[in-house]
Antibody, heavy 118, light 114 residues
Protein backbone atom coordinates (compact mmCIF):
# COMPACT_ATOMS: atom_id res chain seq x y z
CA UNK A 1 0.00 0.00 0.00
CA UNK A 2 1.05 3.61 -0.50
CA UNK A 3 3.05 5.05 2.37
CA UNK A 4 4.34 8.60 2.74
CA UNK A 5 6.42 9.37 5.81
CA UNK A 6 7.45 12.96 6.49
CA UNK A 7 10.39 13.98 8.66
CA UNK A 8 12.49 17.03 9.42
CA UNK A 9 9.98 19.16 11.29
CA UNK A 10 10.84 20.94 14.51
CA UNK A 11 11.27 24.33 16.14
CA UNK A 12 13.20 26.98 14.24
CA UNK A 13 13.80 30.67 14.90
CA UNK A 14 12.33 33.34 12.63
CA UNK A 15 14.59 33.83 9.64
CA UNK A 16 15.91 30.30 9.91
CA UNK A 17 15.83 27.35 7.53
CA UNK A 18 14.57 23.80 7.62
CA UNK A 19 14.45 20.92 5.14
CA UNK A 20 11.57 18.50 5.17
CA UNK A 21 11.82 15.02 3.69
CA UNK A 22 9.15 12.56 2.63
CA UNK A 23 10.01 8.89 2.12
CA UNK A 24 7.60 7.19 -0.26
CA UNK A 25 6.80 3.54 -0.92
CA UNK A 26 4.07 1.37 -2.40
CA UNK A 27 3.93 3.01 -5.84
CA UNK A 28 6.19 3.81 -8.80
CA UNK A 29 7.56 7.03 -7.37
CA UNK A 30 9.17 8.41 -10.54
CA UNK A 31 5.89 8.45 -12.46
CA UNK A 32 3.83 10.69 -10.16
CA UNK A 33 3.73 14.36 -9.34
CA UNK A 34 3.96 15.25 -5.66
CA UNK A 35 2.72 18.08 -3.46
CA UNK A 36 3.31 19.69 -0.12
CA UNK A 37 0.21 20.93 1.73
CA UNK A 38 0.18 22.60 5.14
CA UNK A 39 -2.26 23.37 7.92
CA UNK A 40 -1.55 26.13 10.41
CA UNK A 41 -2.92 25.67 13.95
CA UNK A 42 -6.68 26.21 13.94
CA UNK A 43 -6.72 27.00 10.22
CA UNK A 44 -7.66 25.22 7.01
CA UNK A 45 -5.57 23.35 4.49
CA UNK A 46 -3.24 25.36 2.26
CA UNK A 47 -1.56 24.04 -0.87
CA UNK A 48 2.16 24.92 -0.79
CA UNK A 49 4.02 23.42 -3.75
CA UNK A 50 3.96 20.87 -6.57
CA UNK A 51 6.68 19.08 -8.51
CA UNK A 52 6.19 17.09 -11.69
CA UNK A 53 7.34 13.50 -11.99
CA UNK A 54 10.61 14.48 -13.64
CA UNK A 55 11.20 17.86 -11.90
CA UNK A 56 10.56 19.76 -15.13
CA UNK A 57 7.57 21.55 -13.65
CA UNK A 58 7.34 23.18 -10.25
CA UNK A 59 4.79 25.59 -8.86
CA UNK A 60 4.37 27.35 -5.52
CA UNK A 61 1.76 29.29 -3.66
CA UNK A 62 2.58 33.00 -3.78
CA UNK A 63 3.47 33.33 -0.09
CA UNK A 64 6.41 30.90 -0.34
CA UNK A 65 7.78 31.79 -3.79
CA UNK A 66 11.47 32.67 -3.55
CA UNK A 67 11.75 31.15 -0.04
CA UNK A 68 10.77 27.48 -0.46
CA UNK A 69 12.15 24.97 -2.97
CA UNK A 70 10.51 21.64 -3.75
CA UNK A 71 12.71 18.87 -5.12
CA UNK A 72 12.78 15.09 -5.43
CA UNK A 73 15.24 12.23 -5.73
CA UNK A 74 13.67 9.55 -7.87
CA UNK A 75 16.52 7.14 -7.10
CA UNK A 76 15.76 7.40 -3.37
CA UNK A 77 11.94 7.69 -3.63
CA UNK A 78 12.15 10.86 -1.57
CA UNK A 79 10.50 14.27 -1.79
CA UNK A 80 11.99 17.38 -0.19
CA UNK A 81 10.95 20.87 0.80
CA UNK A 82 13.74 23.33 1.53
CA UNK A 83 12.31 26.21 3.56
CA UNK A 84 14.33 29.42 4.00
CA UNK A 85 13.62 32.78 5.67
CA UNK A 86 10.92 31.17 7.80
CA UNK A 87 8.39 33.36 9.58
CA UNK A 88 5.69 32.76 12.20
CA UNK A 89 3.08 32.36 9.44
CA UNK A 90 4.93 29.25 8.26
CA UNK A 91 4.11 27.44 11.51
CA UNK A 92 2.01 24.46 10.44
CA UNK A 93 1.74 20.73 9.98
CA UNK A 94 3.26 19.96 6.58
CA UNK A 95 1.83 17.04 4.59
CA UNK A 96 3.48 15.19 1.75
CA UNK A 97 0.89 14.19 -0.86
CA UNK A 98 0.95 11.89 -3.88
CA UNK A 99 -0.75 13.54 -6.82
CA UNK A 100 -3.14 11.99 -9.28
CA UNK A 101 -4.31 13.04 -12.71
CA UNK A 102 -6.34 16.22 -13.00
CA UNK A 103 -4.72 17.77 -9.93
CA UNK A 104 -6.17 15.44 -7.31
CA UNK A 105 -4.39 14.78 -4.01
CA UNK A 106 -4.57 11.01 -3.82
CA UNK A 107 -2.64 9.87 -0.75
CA UNK A 108 -1.44 11.87 2.24
CA UNK A 109 1.27 11.34 4.81
CA UNK A 110 0.62 11.87 8.53
CA UNK A 111 2.40 15.22 8.50
CA UNK A 112 5.33 16.82 10.31
CA UNK A 113 5.02 19.88 12.53
CA UNK A 114 7.09 22.98 11.86
CA UNK A 115 7.08 25.67 14.55
CA UNK A 116 8.69 29.03 13.88
CA UNK A 117 9.29 30.76 17.17
CA UNK A 118 11.98 32.60 19.09
CA UNK B 1 -4.12 33.59 -3.11
CA UNK B 2 -7.77 33.90 -2.03
CA UNK B 3 -9.40 30.64 -1.09
CA UNK B 4 -12.50 29.16 -2.60
CA UNK B 5 -15.59 30.02 -0.54
CA UNK B 6 -17.21 27.38 1.65
CA UNK B 7 -19.65 27.72 4.57
CA UNK B 8 -17.76 27.58 7.84
CA UNK B 9 -20.10 25.00 9.34
CA UNK B 10 -23.07 22.78 8.56
CA UNK B 11 -25.00 20.32 10.68
CA UNK B 12 -27.48 17.52 10.22
CA UNK B 13 -29.10 14.59 11.97
CA UNK B 14 -28.28 10.94 11.29
CA UNK B 15 -29.97 9.70 8.15
CA UNK B 16 -30.39 13.15 6.63
CA UNK B 17 -28.76 14.45 3.47
CA UNK B 18 -26.87 17.67 3.25
CA UNK B 19 -24.86 19.62 0.70
CA UNK B 20 -21.69 21.66 1.12
CA UNK B 21 -21.05 24.35 -1.48
CA UNK B 22 -17.73 25.62 -2.80
CA UNK B 23 -17.76 28.83 -4.81
CA UNK B 24 -14.93 29.95 -7.03
CA UNK B 25 -14.54 31.95 -10.22
CA UNK B 26 -14.35 31.37 -13.94
CA UNK B 27 -10.57 31.01 -13.51
CA UNK B 28 -10.94 27.85 -11.45
CA UNK B 29 -14.18 25.93 -10.82
CA UNK B 30 -16.02 27.62 -13.66
CA UNK B 31 -13.47 26.75 -16.30
CA UNK B 32 -12.08 23.37 -15.25
CA UNK B 33 -13.37 20.03 -14.00
CA UNK B 34 -10.36 19.75 -11.69
CA UNK B 35 -12.37 19.94 -8.48
CA UNK B 36 -11.78 17.49 -5.65
CA UNK B 37 -13.05 17.08 -2.10
CA UNK B 38 -11.30 15.93 1.07
CA UNK B 39 -12.51 14.67 4.43
CA UNK B 40 -10.33 15.53 7.41
CA UNK B 41 -10.75 14.11 10.88
CA UNK B 42 -8.67 15.89 13.58
CA UNK B 43 -5.27 14.31 14.08
CA UNK B 44 -5.55 12.16 10.96
CA UNK B 45 -4.38 12.56 7.39
CA UNK B 46 -6.94 14.11 5.03
CA UNK B 47 -8.67 11.67 2.68
CA UNK B 48 -9.66 12.12 -0.97
CA UNK B 49 -13.39 11.43 -1.35
CA UNK B 50 -14.26 13.02 -4.72
CA UNK B 51 -12.06 13.85 -7.72
CA UNK B 52 -12.72 15.52 -11.08
CA UNK B 53 -16.00 16.96 -9.77
CA UNK B 54 -17.99 13.74 -9.36
CA UNK B 55 -15.79 10.61 -9.32
CA UNK B 56 -15.32 8.53 -6.17
CA UNK B 57 -12.05 6.70 -5.43
CA UNK B 58 -12.30 2.99 -4.80
CA UNK B 59 -13.41 2.31 -1.23
CA UNK B 60 -15.22 5.62 -0.69
CA UNK B 61 -18.86 5.24 0.27
CA UNK B 62 -21.44 5.98 -2.43
CA UNK B 63 -23.15 8.22 0.13
CA UNK B 64 -20.70 10.88 -1.06
CA UNK B 65 -21.37 12.56 -4.40
CA UNK B 66 -20.13 15.65 -6.18
CA UNK B 67 -21.48 18.05 -8.77
CA UNK B 68 -20.78 21.41 -10.35
CA UNK B 69 -22.83 24.27 -11.76
CA UNK B 70 -21.14 27.35 -13.12
CA UNK B 71 -18.56 28.60 -10.63
CA UNK B 72 -19.91 26.49 -7.74
CA UNK B 73 -19.07 22.90 -6.86
CA UNK B 74 -21.06 20.89 -4.34
CA UNK B 75 -20.50 17.87 -2.14
CA UNK B 76 -23.61 15.96 -1.06
CA UNK B 77 -23.57 13.47 1.78
CA UNK B 78 -26.63 11.25 2.01
CA UNK B 79 -27.69 9.04 4.91
CA UNK B 80 -25.59 11.05 7.35
CA UNK B 81 -23.68 8.95 9.88
CA UNK B 82 -21.84 9.86 13.07
CA UNK B 83 -18.51 8.96 11.44
CA UNK B 84 -19.09 11.69 8.83
CA UNK B 85 -18.43 14.35 11.46
CA UNK B 86 -15.25 15.98 10.15
CA UNK B 87 -14.02 18.97 8.18
CA UNK B 88 -14.48 18.98 4.42
CA UNK B 89 -12.37 20.89 1.92
CA UNK B 90 -12.80 21.56 -1.78
CA UNK B 91 -9.73 21.99 -3.99
CA UNK B 92 -9.29 23.25 -7.54
CA UNK B 93 -6.79 24.14 -10.20
CA UNK B 94 -6.70 27.87 -10.86
CA UNK B 95 -5.34 29.34 -14.07
CA UNK B 96 -3.00 32.28 -14.00
CA UNK B 97 -4.71 35.62 -13.54
CA UNK B 98 -2.24 38.37 -12.88
CA UNK B 99 0.05 37.10 -10.14
CA UNK B 100 -2.31 34.34 -9.00
CA UNK B 101 -1.92 30.80 -10.29
CA UNK B 102 -1.67 27.25 -9.11
CA UNK B 103 -3.92 25.26 -6.85
CA UNK B 104 -6.27 26.43 -4.15
CA UNK B 105 -8.36 25.01 -1.29
CA UNK B 106 -11.65 26.19 0.06
CA UNK B 107 -11.64 27.52 3.59
CA UNK B 108 -13.12 24.29 4.92
CA UNK B 109 -16.53 23.32 6.33
CA UNK B 110 -16.96 21.73 9.75
CA UNK B 111 -19.73 19.14 9.63
CA UNK B 112 -21.47 18.34 12.88
CA UNK B 113 -23.76 15.33 13.18
CA UNK B 114 -26.40 16.17 15.76
Amino acid sequence: QVQLVESGGGVVQPGGSLRLSCAASGFIFKTYGLHWVRQAPGKGLEWVAFIGHDENYRNYTNSVKGRFTISRDNSMNTLYLQMNRLGPDDTAVYYCVKGRAAWGLEYWGQGTLVTVSS
Amino acid sequence: QSALTQPASVSGSPGQSLTISCTGTNSDIGDYNFVSWYQHHPGKAPKLIIYEVNYRPSGVSNRFSGSKSGNTASLTISGLQAEDEASYYCFSYRSATGLVSGLVFGGGTKLTVL
